[in-house]
């Protein structure tokens, strides 16, 4: 059964304070791994898909990266704007949908 | 509005009432889904749709119903809910089944059961 465990839960970061959000993921042939952000009373946005390990994916002030058991959201000088839910989910295997972790909440401060 | 319309944005519904969600796509996707979003917990997949067809049915309580007259349309009919079922539902499609990149959600629907 694919897993996926996502932390922090919830991270305060001052403007300007660049961080990383992590998942870690369990799964039997991963063919992709998602990024989306969910803001407050809206459904979630696709941001980033990964296929393979070393693999990079930029935009704006977010790059996503991944290896064989974990993707980091890096996010560089991060704005109010940034504020959001972070999900990751991955598809493996035979699976026909995709498997979500709970979230990260941002919040960034001005 | 994104290409995924969902409505009403907002339900109360008492425990004996019958009330269903609707779910729209505009995309021309082949797959439709729907999803029951609790705080802090990951998204739960309840029912899923490709062509019209249902092809998961993720141990969901009866109390629930999904209806899929076509392509375009889901709609998920509920009664006799338990004040544990209140959540954020969303409906979500992509061009084909797990096309996570294609993924589009809606705005979800904010139900309360009292």
């Known amino acids: 059964e694919d897993q996926v465990t996502q932390s922090p839960e919830a991270l305060r970061l001052q403007e300007g304070e660049s961080s990383s959000l992590n998942c870690s993921y369990t799964?039997?042939?991963?063919?992709?791994l998602f990024w989306y952000r969910q803001d407050p009373g809206k459904g979630p946005e696709f941001l980033f898909t990964?296929?393979?390990a070393g693999e990079e994916k930029e935009k704006e002030r977010l790059k996503a990266t991944l290896t064989k058991k974990e993707s980091f959201l890096h996010i560089t000088a991060p704005k109010p704007e940034d504020s959001a839910t972070y999900l990751c989910?991955?598809?493996?295997?035979?699976?026909?949908?995709?498997?979500f972790g709970s979230g990260t909440q941002l919040t960034v401060l001005p | 509005e994104t290409g995924v319309t969902q409505t009403p944005r907002h339900l109360v519904m008492g425990m004996t009432n019958k009330k269903s969600l609707k779910c729209e796509q505009h995309?021309?996707?082949?797959?439709m889904y729907w999803y029951k979003q609790s705080a802090k917990k990951p998204l739960e997949l309840m029912f899923v749709?490709?062509?019209?067809?249902?092809?998961e049915n993720n141990s969901v309580p009866s109390r629930f119903s999904p209806e899929c007259p076509n392509s375009s349309h889901l709609f998920l009919h509920l009664h006799t809910l338990q004040p544990e079922d209140s959540a954020l539902y969303l409906c979500?499609?992509?061009?084909?089944?797990?096309?996570?990149?294609?993924?589009?959600f809606g705005s979800g629907t904010r139900l309360t059961v009292v």
């Open positions: 995309l021309g996707h082949n797959a």
């Open positions: 979500a499609s992509s061009q084909d089944l797990g096309q996570g990149n294609s993924y589009t």
């Open positions: 799964v039997s042939g991963l063919r992709g």
């Open positions: 990964l296929y393979s």
């Open positions: 989910a991955v598809l493996g295997g035979s699976a026909r949908q995709l498997t």
């Open positions: 749709y490709s062509l019209e067809e249902r092809v």
